[in-house]
């Protein structure tokens, strides 16, 4: 059975930071381009980061979190991680890593749509003012 678990959600103060982690089981995250989203209550989910594979293995960053957020891979552990810094009120959200078996869809601007295959259950991220 494939699947995605992440942790390293909590509870940090404004200008914290948090290192979350996708970690896998049943399939190797570097087959994969592996992105992070997130989502408020009452607000549409939105996209994070990515990281690509194979040909591609560029990073990629939605503007509000350019400059905070770090992604990165730890094959060893078969991970994804997203590096929060300088943390504010509005990243809080839950946030969760999704697979690709292509690319990272929704950053690079390719034709075609290819949605995501795998999803995790979420990490609660809170930031207080």
């Known amino acids: 059975e494939m699947q995605l678990v992440e942790s390293g959600g909590g509870l940090v103060q404004a200008g914290g930071s948090l290192r979350l982690s996708c970690a896998a089981s049943g399939l190797d995250l570097d087959d994969w381009a592996i992105a992070w989203f997130r989502q408020a209550p009452g607000k549409e989910r939105e996209g994070v980061a990515c990281?690509?594979?194979?040909?591609?293995?560029?990073?990629y960053y939605k503007d509000p979190v350019k400059g905070r957020f770090t992604i990165s891979r730890d094959n060893a552990k078969n991970t994804v991680d997203l590096q929060l810094s300088s943390l504010k009120p509005e990243d809080t959200a839950v946030y969760y890593c999704?697979?690709?078996?292509?690319?990272?869809?929704?950053?690079?601007?390719?034709?075609?749509?290819?949605?995501?295959?795998?999803w995790g259950r979420g990490t609660q991220v809170t930031v207080s003012s």
């Open positions: 999704a697979a690709n078996a292509l690319y990272c869809y929704g950053y690079v601007q390719l034709e075609g749509k290819y949605e995501y295959d795998y």
């Open positions: 990281i690509g594979h194979r040909s591609d293995g560029g990073t």
